[in-house]
């Protein structure tokens, strides 16, 4: 027993951290809309939902883990299960509200817009999503509980690795966006030196010859992105 406890215990750890991380992430003041300006609409969509599928993923998790590292059929089988089909109903109902074309995710990322392939492939991939949770319950409950656990988990570490991905992706553009106000800056203050030793100009108009856009940095956004 205390071994599947420690082993439970250290999985569980893994499931705390993610939820603890993407709660920061999503804060209202937290990484996504400070630094990577992720629109509140996002962020707010993601952390609503997140606050009530953590307490329910995290212990329901833990008993998942104890279960399948204990061994014996019976626990695995009746109480593992039972716990598994609880996290994927949960991970279901998330999908299903997040993920929805209308009011979901996709809405709030494209202000609205019904456009695009992946507006026209909505009745393919919002299905999907949201049945796979679904398909593994059944899977389960047929008797491949282990096939199910194991393609569940390969799944949400794929889901994990993207998100990875698009952090990244976005720590590299803030990291752009901070080179190039420091560019704009020193090719303004420079400008203004130079206006300043012909007597036309003081480092007081750097601000406004900034917001006017008077250094054109745009290729190098385009570039970056």
Not at 27 to 45: C, N, Q, S, Y
Not at 58 to 65: D, R
Not at 150 to 172: E, F, K, P, Q
Not at 180 to 194: G, P, S
């Amino acid at each position: 027993f205390l071994e599947a406890a420690g082993t439970g215990l250290t999985s569980t750890a893994w499931i705390l951290w993610v939820f603890i991380s993407f709660t920061w992430i999503f804060a209202p003041a937290g990484l996504g809309p400070a630094h990577f300006r992720w629109t509140p609409r996002v962020t707010g969509l993601i952390q609503r939902h997140l606050k009530w599928l953590g307490p329910i993923v995290v212990p329901v998790g833990l008993v998942v883990a104890m279960a399948a590292s204990e061994g014996t059929p019976s626990h695995t089988d009746a109480l593992g299960r039972i716990a598994f089909a609880v996290a994927m109903a949960a991970l279901a109902v998330f999908a299903q509200r997040v993920l929805k074309p209308k009011a979901g995710l996709f809405d709030r990322l494209t202000g609205g817009g019904q456009e695009g392939w992946i507006w026209g492939l909505r009745y393919v991939w919002y299905p999907v999503l949201v049945a796979t949770p679904v398909f593994f319950i059944a899977q389960a409950a047929v008797g491949y509980y282990y096939t199910a656990l194991t393609l569940s988990t390969r799944g949400l570490h794929t889901v994990w690795v993207l998100v990875r991905a698009v952090i990244i992706y976005d720590l590299v553009r803030r990291w752009f966006r901070v080179a190039r106000t420091k560019i704009a800056l020193a090719k303004a203050i420079e400008r203004r030196q130079a206006k300043e030793e012909h007597g036309t100009g003081s480092l007081e108009g750097i601000a406004v010859e900034l917001e006017k856009g008077a250094i054109d940095l745009s290729a190098l956004d385009d570039q970056v992105r």
